[in-house]
């Protein structure tokens, strides 16, 4: 019964593109939800505007103008007669104001309400959030910090390393370990003036830095009354702060810590009667054995897939229909836990010169298939990865019982997978997926870099 | 005189300036010395440099700042010191 009331959307516009634009589409169709893409010009052609079933297209190539153009958005809204609109990640996906005004339009946004994006995207707020309910944060600054003396007088009461942060940072932008007072003294004015440059906003903040972290985050759903939590992610393996590789579950999490870690996601996300699809992000600390909760990402992720493929729990689709006004019809009971996922990301990227981008046309996508295998693409053979926006082609998930299982079965569909003539973050993939090290589970968020460094790509690759 | 055209070896957005609130990186008359970044380009989020191959004088930007520019599109043009 209460069910029907997710039914509430009839047309949803999707305000993203590529992978997760098509995985909304896919939800919505689900549901019987009818889709609008807006497209900016160079996505005309992408594979999320032909399955849906209107495009709109709403500007120029450069995200500027189009995808981050909050009044072409709204335009496009108002026109396809929408009446929800899906922001999917990135974008504005956490602009508070934008959820505002899509809220002012009499549409609904697919994510909480303003306030609380407002309350639990910026890292401060959160921070502070966290605290009142009980969860234990990385030490650091208690406020933002827009004073350099007073950067220099805590981190000293804190012990070096310490991070500095943009406060109105996000997705591993604005960040940067100092060693010791001098570097401090150096490095806060250039970081507020990039965080006003970058951000609008100068407002720094200040954490201890914690060697040989893993950054492990939890899944909640809420309803504005009930929270649950679909247990956790391990996303340690990263490159330039940007995920690379995750996982469900954290197999390094004693089973105790894992019920502690989640039970304070669902307390933080209760202290803000959370509605929609969130994440509380944490730092694991093997050596002290404790957790910090770091931020909250109050929409959907990237790596949202291996926390499906354990708990058979469509995201996206119960993301919607509370959108749409439906209640839980899950209780945590309900949730339950089965096997070892694997995601990795395919980037147009080429590893064999640093990452290097490598845009261009899809002639080729031979794609694995399988029990226990997934694949989230934005694009398909014939389509062009455009050059404007991040470099994300797609995503292979696997699933096994057991993480050596799972390690296996990504083995055989990472050597079926193929993507060309541009180069992909394929056989990165495949490197890892051989590493000893990887696959005896002895990671942090440092261990990536550090293996590039070492040659751990060339070195596989010639063996 | 040997007019060289600097051409962009990539898809991407140009930027004139390294950024907002800074001059151009060259300006008509300007000396510009062998692998001088006279633009960025922005690729998937990375900034990139483009590099005048030769030393000479920059007589100007065939593009405007911003621009979405295909590989092999025109970026500048350089007197180049014989």
Known sequence: MSRDAGRGIGKLLIANRGEIAVRIIRAARGLGIRTVQVVSEADRGMLAARMADEAIVIGPAQSAKSYLNVEAVLAALRESGADALHPGYGFLSENAGFARAVTAMGRTFVGPDADTIERMGDKVNARAAAIAAGVPVVPGSAGRIDDPAEALALAASMGFPVMIKAAAGGGGRGIRVVRDAAELAAAVPQAMAEAKAAFGDGGLYLEAYIENARHIEVQILGDGETVLHLYERECSLQRRRQKVWEEAPATALPPETREALCASAVRLAQSVAYRGAGTMEYLWDPQRREFFFIEMNTRIQVEHPVTEMITGIDLMREMILIAGGAKLALSQQDIRRDGHAIEVRINAEDPARNFFPSPGPVHEMCLPEGEGIRCDMGFDPGSTVPPYYDSLIGKLIVKGETRPQAILRLREALEAMRIGPLPTTLPLHRALAHDPELVGGEVSTQWLEAWLARGGLTADAAG | ?82
């Open chain 2, 1 to 82: 005189m040997t007019i060289l055209t600097v051409e962009s070896a990539l898809p991407g957005v140009i930027f004139l300036s390294p950024s907002p609130e800074v001059p151009v990186f060259k300006r008509p008359g300007d000396a510009v010395s062998a692998g001088e970044t006279i633009a960025l380009i922005e690729v998937m989020k990375s900034f990139l440099p483009v590099e005048a191959e030769r030393p000479g004088t920059f007589l100007g930007y065939e593009v405007e700042n911003e621009a979405g520019v295909e590989p092999g599109e025109a970026i500048c043009r350089i007197e180049v010191t014989p």
